[in-house]
Protein backbone atom coordinates (compact mmCIF):
# COMPACT_ATOMS: atom_id res chain seq x y z
CA UNK A 1 0.00 0.00 0.00
CA UNK A 2 0.95 3.51 -0.91
CA UNK A 3 2.04 5.65 2.19
CA UNK A 4 1.30 9.10 2.89
CA UNK A 5 3.07 11.04 -0.62
CA UNK A 6 4.64 14.71 -0.21
CA UNK A 7 6.05 17.01 -3.15
CA UNK A 8 8.48 18.24 -3.51
CA UNK A 9 11.21 16.94 -1.68
CA UNK A 10 13.24 19.67 -1.33
CA UNK A 11 12.48 23.22 -2.18
CA UNK A 12 14.66 26.13 -2.56
CA UNK A 13 13.41 29.21 -2.89
CA UNK A 14 14.25 33.30 -2.37
CA UNK A 15 12.33 34.62 0.31
CA UNK A 16 9.12 36.89 -0.90
CA UNK A 17 8.08 33.95 -3.35
CA UNK A 18 5.27 32.05 -2.60
CA UNK A 19 5.39 28.03 -1.34
CA UNK A 20 2.73 25.13 -2.04
CA UNK A 21 3.35 22.14 0.10
CA UNK A 22 1.36 18.97 -1.19
CA UNK A 23 0.10 15.58 0.86
CA UNK A 24 -1.67 12.82 -0.53
CA UNK A 25 -3.32 10.97 2.52
CA UNK A 26 -3.59 7.26 2.87
CA UNK A 27 -6.17 5.77 1.27
CA UNK A 28 -8.91 5.21 3.92
CA UNK A 29 -7.66 7.86 6.37
CA UNK A 30 -9.80 11.02 7.48
CA UNK A 31 -7.18 12.79 9.77
CA UNK A 32 -4.73 14.74 8.47
CA UNK A 33 -1.66 16.35 9.89
CA UNK A 34 0.88 19.41 9.05
CA UNK A 35 4.33 19.47 11.27
CA UNK A 36 7.08 21.42 10.89
CA UNK A 37 10.52 20.17 12.41
CA UNK A 38 13.76 22.14 13.26
CA UNK A 39 16.86 21.61 15.17
CA UNK A 40 15.87 24.49 17.36
CA UNK A 41 12.30 23.98 18.25
CA UNK A 42 11.64 20.11 17.41
CA UNK A 43 8.54 18.78 15.75
CA UNK A 44 5.62 21.41 15.77
CA UNK A 45 2.11 20.36 14.81
CA UNK A 46 1.19 23.21 12.77
CA UNK A 47 -2.60 22.41 11.89
CA UNK A 48 -4.70 19.01 11.80
CA UNK A 49 -7.93 18.07 9.99
CA UNK A 50 -10.45 15.83 10.73
CA UNK A 51 -12.73 14.92 8.00
CA UNK A 52 -11.74 17.75 5.34
CA UNK A 53 -11.97 20.02 8.23
CA UNK A 54 -9.67 22.01 10.13
CA UNK A 55 -10.28 21.24 13.95
CA UNK A 56 -6.95 23.03 15.32
CA UNK A 57 -4.78 25.53 13.54
CA UNK A 58 -3.65 27.11 16.68
CA UNK A 59 0.07 25.99 15.91
CA UNK A 60 0.14 28.29 12.24
CA UNK A 61 2.91 30.66 13.09
CA UNK A 62 1.74 33.45 10.89
CA UNK A 63 -0.63 34.74 8.63
CA UNK A 64 1.67 33.89 6.11
CA UNK A 65 0.72 29.94 6.90
CA UNK A 66 -2.19 28.34 5.17
CA UNK A 67 -3.63 25.06 4.46
CA UNK A 68 -6.38 23.34 2.82
CA UNK A 69 -7.87 19.91 2.14
CA UNK A 70 -9.89 20.89 -1.44
CA UNK A 71 -10.50 16.81 -0.78
CA UNK A 72 -10.73 13.99 1.54
CA UNK A 73 -6.82 12.89 0.07
CA UNK A 74 -5.18 16.18 -0.67
CA UNK A 75 -3.78 19.01 1.64
CA UNK A 76 -1.60 21.91 0.40
CA UNK A 77 -0.05 23.85 2.92
CA UNK A 78 1.34 27.37 1.38
CA UNK A 79 3.63 29.88 2.41
CA UNK A 80 3.23 33.56 0.94
CA UNK A 81 5.46 35.48 1.00
CA UNK A 82 8.17 33.19 2.39
CA UNK A 83 11.19 33.95 5.03
CA UNK A 84 14.49 32.44 5.90
CA UNK A 85 13.23 31.39 8.94
CA UNK A 86 10.80 29.32 7.68
CA UNK A 87 13.26 27.14 6.46
CA UNK A 88 12.69 23.75 7.81
CA UNK A 89 11.31 20.24 7.22
CA UNK A 90 7.48 19.84 6.45
CA UNK A 91 5.72 16.62 7.81
CA UNK A 92 2.55 15.83 6.44
CA UNK A 93 0.97 12.47 8.50
CA UNK A 94 -2.59 11.43 8.44
CA UNK A 95 -4.48 8.53 10.55
CA UNK A 96 -7.65 6.55 9.81
CA UNK A 97 -9.38 8.16 12.63
CA UNK A 98 -9.52 11.26 14.87
CA UNK A 99 -13.12 11.88 15.86
CA UNK A 100 -12.96 13.31 20.01
CA UNK A 101 -13.23 10.10 22.15
CA UNK A 102 -13.20 7.96 19.38
CA UNK A 103 -10.21 6.90 19.94
CA UNK A 104 -6.36 7.33 18.95
CA UNK A 105 -5.10 6.07 15.80
CA UNK A 106 -0.72 5.58 14.73
CA UNK A 107 -0.45 8.51 12.82
CA UNK A 108 1.66 7.45 9.31
CA UNK A 109 4.25 9.97 8.13
CA UNK A 110 4.96 11.47 4.92
CA UNK A 111 8.55 11.63 3.77
CA UNK A 112 8.61 15.28 4.77
CA UNK A 113 9.73 18.03 2.37
CA UNK A 114 13.19 19.76 3.01
CA UNK A 115 12.60 23.79 2.29
CA UNK A 116 15.37 26.24 2.15
CA UNK A 117 14.36 30.17 1.92
CA UNK A 118 17.02 31.77 0.79
CA UNK B 1 -2.30 21.86 27.37
CA UNK B 2 -0.21 18.58 27.51
CA UNK B 3 3.74 19.11 28.75
CA UNK B 4 5.97 16.06 27.54
CA UNK B 5 9.27 15.92 28.88
CA UNK B 6 11.45 13.34 27.51
CA UNK B 7 14.72 12.36 29.21
CA UNK B 8 17.99 12.27 28.03
CA UNK B 9 18.45 14.34 24.95
CA UNK B 10 21.32 11.91 23.78
CA UNK B 11 22.06 8.64 25.21
CA UNK B 12 25.41 6.47 23.84
CA UNK B 13 25.71 2.29 24.46
CA UNK B 14 27.65 -0.61 23.65
CA UNK B 15 26.40 -2.66 21.27
CA UNK B 16 24.43 -5.53 22.84
CA UNK B 17 23.77 -3.04 26.11
CA UNK B 18 20.55 -1.91 27.16
CA UNK B 19 18.74 1.75 26.47
CA UNK B 20 15.88 3.55 28.42
CA UNK B 21 14.60 6.69 27.63
CA UNK B 22 11.55 7.85 29.28
CA UNK B 23 9.02 10.86 28.91
CA UNK B 24 6.52 12.41 31.23
CA UNK B 25 3.37 13.80 30.88
CA UNK B 26 0.96 16.08 32.76
CA UNK B 27 -2.41 15.82 31.62
CA UNK B 28 -4.22 12.71 33.47
CA UNK B 29 -6.37 12.19 31.15
CA UNK B 30 -4.08 11.15 28.38
CA UNK B 31 -4.44 7.77 27.08
CA UNK B 32 -2.39 6.98 23.89
CA UNK B 33 1.88 6.80 23.97
CA UNK B 34 3.72 5.66 20.67
CA UNK B 35 7.03 5.97 20.31
CA UNK B 36 8.53 7.10 16.75
CA UNK B 37 12.03 6.51 15.81
CA UNK B 38 13.89 9.02 13.02
CA UNK B 39 16.64 8.07 10.94
CA UNK B 40 19.04 10.66 9.55
CA UNK B 41 17.30 12.37 6.54
CA UNK B 42 13.90 9.86 7.14
CA UNK B 43 10.52 10.65 8.55
CA UNK B 44 9.31 9.37 11.87
CA UNK B 45 8.17 5.69 11.94
CA UNK B 46 5.91 4.24 14.58
CA UNK B 47 8.22 1.88 16.22
CA UNK B 48 5.63 0.51 19.36
CA UNK B 49 2.90 2.18 20.96
CA UNK B 50 1.04 1.74 24.74
CA UNK B 51 -2.59 2.30 25.45
CA UNK B 52 -3.68 3.59 28.95
CA UNK B 53 -5.01 0.46 29.80
CA UNK B 54 -2.30 -1.59 29.70
CA UNK B 55 1.23 -0.97 31.44
CA UNK B 56 3.90 -2.95 29.96
CA UNK B 57 4.14 -3.88 25.68
CA UNK B 58 6.60 -6.11 24.01
CA UNK B 59 7.61 -6.68 20.53
CA UNK B 60 10.91 -8.36 20.52
CA UNK B 61 13.94 -5.98 21.04
CA UNK B 62 11.68 -3.07 22.37
CA UNK B 63 9.26 -2.78 24.98
CA UNK B 64 7.36 0.48 26.58
CA UNK B 65 6.03 0.55 30.17
CA UNK B 66 3.54 3.04 31.53
CA UNK B 67 3.09 4.05 35.07
CA UNK B 68 0.09 6.15 35.15
CA UNK B 69 0.12 7.36 38.82
CA UNK B 70 3.17 8.94 38.18
CA UNK B 71 2.20 9.90 34.90
CA UNK B 72 5.67 8.43 32.90
CA UNK B 73 6.27 5.70 30.48
CA UNK B 74 9.62 4.49 29.11
CA UNK B 75 11.18 2.75 26.19
CA UNK B 76 13.67 0.04 26.96
CA UNK B 77 15.60 -1.60 23.92
CA UNK B 78 17.67 -4.31 24.79
CA UNK B 79 20.84 -5.98 22.85
CA UNK B 80 21.52 -2.97 21.03
CA UNK B 81 22.72 -2.76 17.31
CA UNK B 82 24.03 0.11 15.67
CA UNK B 83 21.12 0.10 12.93
CA UNK B 84 19.20 1.22 16.33
CA UNK B 85 21.28 4.55 16.54
CA UNK B 86 18.53 7.27 15.47
CA UNK B 87 16.50 9.98 17.81
CA UNK B 88 13.74 8.54 19.43
CA UNK B 89 10.45 10.39 20.09
CA UNK B 90 7.90 9.52 22.36
CA UNK B 91 4.35 11.49 22.09
CA UNK B 92 1.19 11.77 24.31
CA UNK B 93 -2.25 11.66 23.05
CA UNK B 94 -4.45 13.73 25.75
CA UNK B 95 -8.43 13.86 25.05
CA UNK B 96 -8.66 17.11 26.32
CA UNK B 97 -6.59 18.62 23.54
CA UNK B 98 -7.61 15.91 21.32
CA UNK B 99 -4.05 16.16 19.75
CA UNK B 100 -0.72 14.33 19.51
CA UNK B 101 2.29 16.47 21.83
CA UNK B 102 5.57 15.12 21.08
CA UNK B 103 8.99 15.32 23.51
CA UNK B 104 11.90 16.50 22.63
CA UNK B 105 13.52 13.99 21.17
CA UNK B 106 16.49 11.52 22.50
CA UNK B 107 19.36 10.83 20.38
CA UNK B 108 20.67 7.53 20.76
CA UNK B 109 23.95 6.31 19.39
CA UNK B 110 24.93 2.59 19.55
CA UNK B 111 28.96 2.12 19.48
CA UNK B 112 29.96 -1.31 17.38
Known amino acids: DAGVIQSPRHEVTEMGQEVTLRCKLI?????LFWYRQTMMRGLELLIY????????DSGMPEDRFSAKMPNASFSTLKIQPSEPRDSAVYFC????????????????FGDGTRLSIL | GENVEQHPSTLSVQEGDSAVIKCTYSDSASNYFPWYKQELGKRPQLIID?????GEKKDQRIAVTLNKTAKHFSLHITETQPEDSAVYFCAVFSLAGNMLTFGGGTRLMVKP
Open chain 1, 49 to 56: FNNNVPID
Open chain 1, 27 to 31: SGHNS
Open chain 2, 50 to 54: IRSNV
Open chain 1, 93 to 108: ASSPNRGLGSGNQPQH
